[in-house]
């Protein structure tokens, strides 16, 4: 699992994010329905529902068929708010999830 994940990491088809979904009923669904792409794979989900918060952020991981969706995938995050950061440039944060 641990060689899948990391050649998965190295092709550039697995990728890990700060997600920002607002605490309401439905914005998984949302982000399910409006963000990713047919053939992306919501692989990893941590999410912890804060009280008194009108967002929270959760930890995802999504795989990607081609490499080439990352980026309409963080344009369509960007534009419907559910963007937080890409955690796969970060070293220090990125160890905690590999």
């Known amino acids: 699992a641990e060689i899948k994940e990391r050649a998965l990491l190295h092709a550039n088809l697995k990728h890990y994010f700060i997600v920002t979904f607002p605490q309401r009923a439905g914005a998984l669904r949302e982000f399910v329905v409006d963000i990713l792409g047919e053939n992306d794979d919501i692989t990893h989900f941590e ?52």
């Open 47 to 98: 999410y912890t529902k804060k009280t008194n918060r009108e967002n929270g952020a959760a930890v995802v991981g999504v795989e990607l068929k081609s490499a080439d969706d990352l980026q309409p995938l963080i344009t369509k995050m960007k534009l419907h708010n559910f963007y937080g950061d890409y955690l796969n440039d970060k070293p220090d944060l990125f160890q905690f999830l590999v």
